[in-house]
Structures are given as C-alpha cells and as structure tokens.
C-alpha cells in the first residue's frame, strides 16, 4: 500500500520560513517524480514544484527564487523548503508521486493528505 505522509506545516509570520516533508512508503521512491501542489482556501489546487529521480526540479513561476523542492533517496524523502514566505502562500500543501511525465493535477499517480501552512500578514 503507498503512503505518501507530509509533515512540516504551521503558522509562519510574512517573510518567513518553512520546511515541508513527505515520506513515501509502498513504492520504489527513486523511479517516481515527486511533486507538491497546493490549494488555497476557495481556490483549484496548484501546482508547486516537482522534481525527478535524477533531481532536476521545476517551479511554478509564483514560487520561483523562494522554494526548493529536494529529495533523498535512502530516506524515501522529498522536500520543499520555503523561504520569503508571503500571505499568499497560505495553502494546504500536498505531496504527490506520479511515473508519468506530465506534471498536472490529474497525471498524479499518489497523493497525501497534506499539511495547512498559514502565512500570517
């Protein structure tokens, strides 16, 4: 059984930092692209950044210069470090797990149940 299991989230003041985590189980972490989305209240969930097994990363333009996704292997781990972080941010973030390679909302494979980051202004 797959489980992808974030962890991180919380309430941050603007201009501050987080750092979400997914743990994988239940499937061969290193083949798969990860990836996190997110959805803000009243909003479509989003995609954030994505990276492949061989670690080369993508970012939606809203984020670009402030998140990092990353990931490690041997810890069946991916990460998104968050930095600058504006009220706008404020989202459930959710870590997905896809083998195809379209980066969309719908060509996810697997998907957690997220973690709410809070961005206060």
């Known amino acids: 059984q797959v489980q992808l299991v974030e962890s991180g989230g919380g309430l941050v003041e603007a201009g501050g930092s987080l750092r979400l985590s997914c743990a994988a189980s239940?499937?061969?972490?290193?083949?798969?692209?990860m990836a996190w989305f997110r959805q803000a209240p009243g909003k479509e969930r989003d995609f954030v950044a994505a990276?492949?097994?061989?670690?080369?990363?993508t970012y939606a333009d809203s984020v670009k210069g402030r998140f990092t996704i990353s990931r490690d292997n041997a810890k069946n781990t991916v990460y998104l470090q968050m930095n600058r972080l504006e009220a706008e941010d404020t989202a459930v973030y959710y870590c997905?797990?896809?083998?195809?390679?379209?980066?969309?909302?719908?060509?996810?494979?697997?998907w957690g149940k997220g973690t709410l980051v809070t961005v206060s202004s």
């Open positions: 997905a797990a896809t083998r195809r390679s379209t980066m969309s909302d719908e060509g996810m494979n697997y």
């Open positions: 990276i492949r097994y061989y670690g080369a990363g």
């Open positions: 239940g499937l061969p972490f290193s083949t798969y692209a």
